[in-house]
């Protein structure tokens, strides 16, 4: 996993002047291409993405469910016998109704119902689309605004590097998760209004903008220490010398050397970001009704969680199977773009 | 070391100051927001809106709502909620915070032990079977959602398996410790061990890389020259100096978690802790509530990163320089 990578010198520079230098992007490419652990975890992220991508056609040509609208009083089919989708307690008074459980049909309730009637399965499906889309948007938004912060702060210095600073400070000491609420509440409950800008409750950007800003100063911080230290090396100082604009010199110079923290950080945020996600949604502070994200479904599978544990069993695992290739992906991408581990991870 | 004292004290004040006027900011300042509509809770009509108004200076210039705001939440410590009316704020944040100190307190214990075993073990091992496998499980442990691994315990040890080998386990909730203690200990076990998973996870990869890394130091090599058994300069050198990242990571999480962090816990587990007491006025947006809890958290944070930093300073004098 994160063993150090043999024999990662191209054989080329064996051979005389003549040798054509490897590109340090590709180098680190044939080094992932090495690790299978890495590489299978990559094909396992594609397929769950994939099957969220088909979350329509699986819900209008497979199942053939509305995965958005209550079906209480729906049938299905389950061993060529129709049976009602909620089925009536035995136990007791006979009052109340439970889900029916998973049925392993793939055209009929294949992991069984939630407390509304609707298809586990198809909402698995459609709740990762929104818990992917949040995820890699918040982690986009988190990378481009680190990488704009930490270059401003490390290049300019001064004044400028100070507030910079001071204010990732303050958002660093502010935990995490209550800062995520915190905006969330104040959010969530009727959308926000701010003259042209309009925005609903029910809107996935709340909590995209709301996880994407809350993690900058996890990315930031190393950035701009990176842009510090990179400031002084000799060949931005050779670039200076020439007459170099800053525009030029932090996008030619520094710029392509900060790209790997980035790229080694983006799929640890993303991994990130999903857990963050899930747990809001957890809190009804994320992904708001009729919308589905994974963690929304472990929050309406926990009512039903002793009689019908399917319901939050199901989006649990794929967030974790997500996450978890997420993490050894990122794990590969690490040891691929920086070896020699100057990037420690702080989760 | 007195200079060093002063100059923490200074800039941990400034902190906090920082995190009052933000969450101040987020609550009473979000353009396009209007706090009183959201203080009064769901469903209020014009009067309350007017008293909310009235109450929190709604109209008056933003540096002296801040002041009525602080002084609410340490002065006169009057913080009155909207939703419940009448119900004082502080007391509520008071009376939690014993079930979040000990749910916090049980898991670190957990997590340290265990993953200054796991990581020394992959540390020591590495290379081999031992150690992949070791940092196979701290990967899962980091990638599962805690709330959701805690509904899976529940499920387990409260239905399907309630009836044989976890018959012991208390229904959800929290035991006093001054009632019974062992009644205590049982009714925080799980909860202790599902939130110590994921830190595990952490700390046994932190610990892991760096006691790698500590094997190639020259003191390390030293250590060894003098003819030390391979425990001795395990356990007195390279052991040693790897912990020192490791406390000042624990001091973060740990403050982190006591802030707020163990709210996924606690309202799994049923745990009226600090955490349980954000997420029910979250479901009813008792907004005077969160704020206190955000704010008495934030604070938390903030001082126990001050406290890790002493620590720190008092274990190595280079620190203190800086």
């Known amino acids: 996993m994160s063993g150090a990578i043999v024999g990662e010198v191209p054989a080329q520079t064996g051979g005389g002047p003549a040798a054509v230098a490897i590109g340090p992007w590709r180098l680190a490419a044939r080094r992932l291409a090495r690790n299978r652990v890495a590489l299978a975890m990559a094909l396992l992220l594609l397929l769950i993405v994939v099957a969220c991508l088909c979350a329509p056609l699986y819900a209008h040509h497979v199942a053939h469910t509305d995965p958005f609208q209550s079906n209480l009083d729906g049938t299905t089919i389950v061993n060529g016998k129709s049976v009602p989708v909620m089925v009536q307690s035995t136990q007791g008074l006979g009052l109340g109704v439970t889900p029916i459980g998973p049925t392993w049909d793939l055209h009929h309730y294949f992991l069984g119902a939630d407390e509304q009637g609707r298809d586990v399965a198809a909402r698995l499906l459609y709740g990762g689309r929104n818990s992917l889309l949040i995820g890699t948007s918040a982690a986009l938004i988190t990378s481009a605004l680190a990488l704009l912060v930490g270059l401003v702060a490390g290049f300019f210095g001064g004044i400028v590097d100070g507030v910079l600073s001071r204010l990732l400070d303050v958002v660093w000491a502010f935990p995490v998760y209550l800062l995520a609420i915190s905006l969330s509440t104040v959010l969530i409950a009727r959308g926000i209004s701010w003259g042209p800008f309009h925005l609903t409750s029910g809107s996935l950007l709340l909590p995209i903008a709301i996880i994407g800003l809350v993690y900058i100063p996890y990315v930031a911080r190393p950035i701009r220490g990176e842009v510090l230290s990179l400031r002084r090396r000799e060949f931005v100082e050779a670039a200076i010398g020439l007459g170099a604009s800053n525009w030029r010199l932090i996008w030619s110079d520094v710029l392509p050397n900060v790209l790997t923290t980035v790229i080694v950080f983006f799929p640890l945020m993303l991994a990130i970001d999903m857990l963050t996600e899930a747990a809001l949604s957890f809190l009804s502070i994320g992904v708001q009704p009729p919308q589905a994200s994974w963690g929304t479904i472990i929050l309406d599978g926990q009512d039903v969680l002793y009689t019908r544990p399917a319901v939050a069993l199901a989006p649990g695992i794929a967030i974790a199977l997500t996450v978890l290739a997420l993490n050894v992906l990122g794990d590969g991408v690490r040891d691929a773009l920086d070896p020699r581990a100057k990037l420690r991870r702080r989760d | ?322």
């Open chain 2, 1 to 322: 070391m007195a200079r060093f004292l002063a100059r923490r004290f200074v800039s941990m004040l400034f902190v906090l100051f920082s995190i009052s006027v933000l969450s101040f900011l987020i609550f009473f300042a979000t353009p396009g927001v209007d706090p009183a509509a959201r203080i009064a809770g769901k469903n209020a009509d014009q009067a309350t809106l007017q008293a909310v108004r009235h109450d929190f200076g709604l109209d008056r210039p933003l540096p002296v709502r801040y002041g009525l705001m602080m002084k609410k939440l340490f002065i006169s410590r009057d913080l009155t909620s909207y939703v419940n009316r009448g119900a004082k704020v502080i007391p509520q944040v008071t009376q939690a915070a014993p079930v979040t100190l000990s749910l916090v307190f049980g898991a670190a214990v957990i997590w340290v032990l265990a993953s200054i075993a796991m990581g020394m073990l992959a540390g020591v091992f590495r290379g081999r079977p031992i150690d992949t496998l070791v940092m196979i499980v701290g990967l899962v442990g980091i990638s599962m959602p805690v709330f959701w691994l805690g509904e899976v315990v529940n499920l387990i040890t409260q239905s399907r398996l309630h009836g044989s080998v976890f018959s012991w386990v208390p229904p959800l909730g929290y035991i006093p410790f001054s009632r019974s203690p062992f009644g205590w200990f049982k009714s925080l076990i799980l909860p202790w061990l599902t939130l110590s998973i994921l830190y595990i996870g952490i700390y046994a990869r932190v610990l892991r890389s760096a006691i790698v890394e500590a094997q190639e130091e020259d003191y390390v090599r030293t250590a060894r020259a003098k003819g030390l058994t391979e425990r001795r300069v395990l356990f007195r050198h390279a052991l040693r100096t790897s912990l020192i990242g490791f406390v000042s990571l624990f001091g973060l999480d740990f403050g982190a978690l006591v802030g707020g962090g163990a709210l996924l816990t606690e309202v799994v587990f049923g745990l009226h802790g600090v955490g349980k007491l954000t997420y029910d006025s979250l479901q009813n947006l008792d907004l005077p509530v969160i704020l206190a809890t955000v704010i008495y958290a934030a604070f938390f944070v903030v001082v126990a990163n001050a406290v890790v930093d002493l620590i720190y300073a008092w274990l190595d004098p280079r620190v203190r320089r800086v």
